[in-house]
């Protein structure tokens, strides 16, 4: 992606801002795509796992040096990043967890 077509796809129709805060580091409002996704995982026979999976789609230049344990804060609640999905575009996925863990 160009930078240009990574900052359209930011755009505010289709964005939240999110308040986020590496570790150690001074807090910045960043635009994000947010996902909060129900998933219902079949793991044996019948027996099934159901989860929330939070994540967010931010463009790299906005959390340079993300670390697991940086937080965001979005809709005003604080989630935790647990994985860090960079795409070598220019974009990169969140996991996040509402516990520090």
């Not at 805060?21 to 159901?50: C, H, N, R």
Request: with cysteine.
């Amino acid at each position: 992606f160009t930078i240009a077509e990574i900052d359209a796809l930011f755009d505010p129709c289709l964005t939240v801002d999110a308040i986020y805060t590496p570790s150690g580091g001074d807090t910045k409002t960043i635009k994000v795509m947010f996902e909060s996704e129900y998933l219902a995982v079949q793991v044996v026979g019948d027996v099934g796992v159901e989860c929330a999976s939070p994540a967010a789609h931010c463009k790299t230049s906005d959390i340079t040096g993300v670390q697991h344990g940086d937080t965001l804060v979005i809709e005003g609640t604080t989630y935790y990043v647990t994985e860090i999905h960079p795409d070598g575009t220019g974009m990169t996925l969140l996991i996040l967890s509402k516990d520090r863990s």
